[in-house]
């Protein structure tokens, strides 16, 4: 990950309000261009918030019209971003995914591969189990919030050669320590570097812990959040910061 600067995006998700969530990704956008980031990773479903009742109505296609504001600011920016967002499929229920738009002007899709209890009401699990991108000579890999709880989903990454295994979440207080654990864990054990981008408040009657973090190969903990709370975690070489928003 030499020379790369990449960030969690501890973000509040407007419910159900793509139009705005949109506006207010691209602030966020624009706030870690002036800190230099080039990977920018935003929490699990950000565009729409975990609001799994009402995901039908918000299905995207990464080339629906609403998102070009960012494609354009990834473009315009040269930064990879990561959104959290529910995925249309055809005749099935929509996926938990993650739209990557990337900073040639390409995007890309990924759907959350494990689900957590419950969501298969909701929403229909990804076939994939890894997906990786090239971020300026960096091998990352996704993964989206309940990925993280199965360690085929990181050792799969790691076999595809992921130097970085990024996650946008959404995880409470009571489930941080053993969430985060794992992540540390995946750290040490594949020697390579983990990203977590958690909620700023709650969404979807679920409150979220924030603190999202991030780890160095081997598993040393780089930077975290303080708490809840709009803010970039932001890493690089040499080493990492929390830069407040709004």
Not at 67 to 86: K, Q
Request: with cysteine.
């Amino acid at each position: 990950m030499a020379g790369l600067r990449y960030a969690a995006a501890q973000y509040a998700s407007v419910p159900l309000d793509i139009e705005a969530n949109v506006a207010r990704h691209l602030a966020v956008i624009d706030a870690a261009r002036k800190a230099g980031v080039q990977l920018l990773v935003f929490p699990e479903l950000s565009l729409c918030g975990y609001e799994l009742a009402g995901l039908a109505a918000c299905a995207l296609k990464a080339d629906d019209a609403v998102l070009a504001p960012l494609r354009e600011r990834a473009a315009s920016a040269g930064m990879t971003i990561v959104t959290g967002a529910a995925l249309a499929n055809a005749a099935a229920l929509p996926a938990i995914g993650a739209i990557t738009f990337h900073a040639d002007g390409r995007t890309s899709s990924y759907r959350k591969h494990f689900l957590h209890a419950g969501e298969e009401q909701h929403v229909t699990a990804g076939s994939a189990i890894s997906q990786l991108h090239d971020v300026r000579g960096t091998r990352v890999a996704l993964a989206i919030c309940a990925d993280t709880g199965q360690q085929q989903h990181a050792h799969a990454a790691a076999v595809a050669g992921a130097e970085l295994y990024v996650a946008g979440s959404l995880i409470s207080a009571g489930g941080y320590d053993k969430d985060t654990g794992q992540l540390a864990g995946y750290a040490k054990l594949f020697g390579m570097g983990v990203l977590m981008a958690n909620h700023a408040h709650a969404s979807g009657g679920c409150q979220s812990a924030g603190r999202s973090a991030i780890w160095a190969a081997g598993g040393a903990l780089i930077v975290a959040a303080p708490g809840p709370g709009e803010m970039l975690v932001i890493a690089d070489d040499s080493g990492g910061r929390v830069l407040p928003l709004g």
